[in-house]
C-alpha cells in the first residue's frame, strides 16, 4: 500500500519548470513574471472604474470582474509555459465547500485574536455603526484575498517548493508576505503576519493542492476584521480600538490584533492544528485532481 503524500499541491515539471541545469534561473523568471502580471490585475481591479470614467454605481463590476480574469489569464500562462493543467485553481462544486470552510476558520482565527488581546486588557470593544459592508467585502477582503493568494501562494510558494522544497516554499513565500505588509506596518507587525497568515494561509493549499480554501480564509480573515470587529474603522459592526497605554507589540497598535505578539499564539493554534489534521488523515479536502 502506498503511502499518502503529506503535500498535495502541484508543483510542475514541464516547460520552462522541466529539470535541468538552469531551473533555479527559469524558476525565479517564471516567479517574477507571474508575479508582476498578477500585480498587474491587482492594480487594475481596484482603479480600473476610474481608468474607465465609470459612474460610481458600477465601481464594482470591474472590482469583481478583474479577479477572475486574473485567474483565467494565470490559467492559460500555465497551461502554456508549464504545459499542464491548474488544478490549483480548477472551480468545482466542492471549492464553495473549501471557499465556506476556509472562511469560518479565517473568521475564527482572527475572533480568537481579538478575544485574546481583550481578555488581557489591550483592547477596548465596543458595538460600532456598521455600515459600507458590501464595499469592505470587495475592496478590502475579495480582491486582496483573491490575486493575494494566487500571487503569494499558487506562484511564488508552489515555486520556491519547486525550486527547493516544500518547506522551503512554504517559509520563503510567507516571509514575502510579510514584507508586502511593511507598507502599512512595524518591521514586527510584518513579521507576526508573515508567521501568523503566511503560513495559516498557505498550509491548506499545501494540503488540499487548491487555493480555494485559502481564498476564502484569506476573505474571512480581512472581512472579520475590518466590517465585524471594526478595527482601525469606525463602520464596522463593533469598533476595536488597541489601549494606547499599551505597547503596539502587545496590542498589535494601529496594524490590528493579528500583529500582536499574542496573535502568534492563535497562528501556531492553528497551524498545529492543520498539520496534526493532516497527519491523522483528518483533513476533508485532499488531492489535485
Known amino acids: 500500500m502506498n503511502k499518502r503524500p503529506f503535500w498535495s499541491f502541484e ?28 500585480f498587474g490585475f491587482f492594480i487594475a481591479s481596484v482603479f480600473a472604474s476610474q481608468w474607465l470614467n ?32 491548474p488544478t490549483e485553481i480548477v472551480f468545482r462544486a466542492s471549492s464553495l465547500i473549501e471557499l465556506a470552510v476556509g472562511f469560518v476558520v479565517g473568521f475564527a482565527i482572527m475572533v480568537v485574536m481579538l478575544a485574546l488581546v481583550y481578555a488581557m486588557g489591550f483592547y477596548r470593544v465596543q458595538i460600532g455603526h456598521w455600515s459600507g459592508w458590501f464595499n469592505s467585502f ?5 480582491i486582496s484575498a483573491m490575486l493575494e493568494e494566487l500571487a503569494f501562494r499558487a506562484i511564488l510558494l508552489r515555486l520556491f517548493a519547486r525550486m527547493f522544497n516544500p518547506v522551503a516554499g512554504l517559509v520563503i513565500s510567507s516571509a514575502l508576505f510579510g514584507v508586502a505588509h511593511l507598507s502599512h506596518g512595524t518591521p514586527f507587525q510584518a513579521l507576526e503576519i508573515a508567521f501568523n497568515a503566511g503560513l ?20 474571512g480573515w480581512d472581512f ?19 489601549d494606547p497605554a499599551h505597547s503596539g507589540i502587545l496590542t498589535g497598535g494601529a496594524y490590528g490584533p493579528d500583529g500582536s505578539l499574542f496573535a502568534a499564539l492563535v497562528g501556531a493554534l492553528f497551524v498545529v492544528g492543520m498539520l496534526y489534521s493532516n497527519k491523522r488523515g483528518w483533513f476533508p479536502f485532499r488531492g489535485n485532481s
Open 11 to 38: 508543483l510542475g515539471n514541464a516547460g520552462c519548470l522541466a529539470p535541468g541545469k538552469t531551473l533555479a534561473i527559469r524558476c525565479l523568471a517564471w516567479a517574477a513574471a507571474l508575479f508582476a502580471i498578477t
Open 224 to 242: 472579520t476584521e475590518e466590517s465585524l470587529l471594526g478595527v482601525n474603522t469606525t463602520h464596522g459592526f463593533l469598533l476595536s480600538t488597541p
Open 54 to 85: 465609470l459612474p460610481s454605481s458600477a465601481d464594482y463590476v470591474p472590482a469583481l470582474l478583474v479577479p477572475i480574469i486574473g485567474f483565467g489569464f494565470y490559467a492559460l500562462l500555465v497551461s502554456v509555459g508549464e504545459k499542464r493543467r
Open 138 to 142: 470587495v475592496f478590502d477582503s475579495y
Open 200 to 219: 495559516t494561509m498557505g498550509i491548506p493549499y499545501m494540503i488540499t493542492g487548491r487555493l480555494w480554501m485559502s481564498v476564502g480564509m484569506h476573505v
